[in-house]
Every structure is written in structure tokens, then in C-alpha cells.
């Protein structure tokens, strides 16, 4: 679920460049710039470096605007890592009393059996009909 709020983020960034170059270059020029820079052409990346630099804005400022975009649906995200973490935790917690309870009784009946004279030795013998 982490891996989807960061392709999440990755997937609308264009979004967020348009939204941050419209004040710069004007909202049809910043929508087409946005659409070449997330089809990665490296005229468009260069033209929005410098557009970016020269308003002293940088990458951050593309994703804070992102973020915005997409801010509910990754909230939502962020709740279901935490209900997954937590059903996780209480499934660690549950197997390792399980371990505790399991480790207990089998002492127990380790100690029982040397206590109480109950072990015996087995002789290793040969079936009857099978070659030693």
C-alpha cells in the first residue's frame, strides 16, 4: 500500500507541474508542457527547469501541488496501511502466545517424563523375516 500512495503521487505529478507552471506560462502552455515533461521529452523537461528556476521553485513545489491533488486518497491509504499493520501486530502477538502456551506444556511433559521414570530404552531389532 506504500508502494500505491508513491505511484499514486507518480501517476498525477503531471497535475501537480501544470498546476505549478499555469502562473508562470499560462494555463494551455503549462497543461501541454505537463503532458510532454510526464512523456519525459527533453525539450519540455529543460523548459520547465528553467521556468521553475527562474520563479525559485523547484521539484518540492511540483509535489506539494500533487499532493493536494491527491490528499483524500492517500489519507485513505495511509488509514488501510494502519489497519493492516495493526491486524499484522495482533497476528504476531497471537502466534507468539501461541509459542509461549505450546512451549510451556511440552517442558511440562519433558519434566513429567524424567521425573516419573517413565522413559524407557527401545532395543533396535530386526523385523521378523527381514535380513539383519
Do not use: C
Not at 79 to 95: D, K, N, P
Request: charged share 25%; aromatic share 2%; hydrophobic share 40%.
Amino acid at each position: 500500500m506504500r508502494r500505491l500512495q508513491a505511484n499514486l503521487i507518480q501517476a498525477h505529478a503531471y497535475r501537480g507541474m501544470s498546476e505549478t507552471l499555469s502562473p508562470l506560462v499560462g494555463n494551455p502552455k503549462a497543461q501541454t508542457l505537463a503532458e510532454a515533461w510526464a512523456a519525459r521529452k527533453p525539450a519540455a523537461v529543460e523548459e520547465i527547469n528553467k521556468a521553475l528556476a527562474s520563479a525559485g521553485l523547484s521539484m518540492e513545489t511540483v509535489m506539494a501541488n500533487t499532493l493536494s491533488f491527491k490528499l483524500d486518497e492517500l489519507e485513505r491509504i495511509g488509514r488501510m496501511v494502519t489497519v493492516a499493520e495493526a491486524r499484522r501486530s495482533a497476528a504476531l502477538q497471537e502466534i507468539e502466545r501461541h509459542r509461549e502456551t505450546l512451549g510451556k506444556k511440552l517442558r511440562q511433559a519433558v519434566q513429567e517424563l524424567e521425573n516419573g521414570g517413565r522413559l524407557r530404552v527401545i532395543e533396535n531389532r530386526p523385523i521378523q523375516g527381514q535380513a539383519e
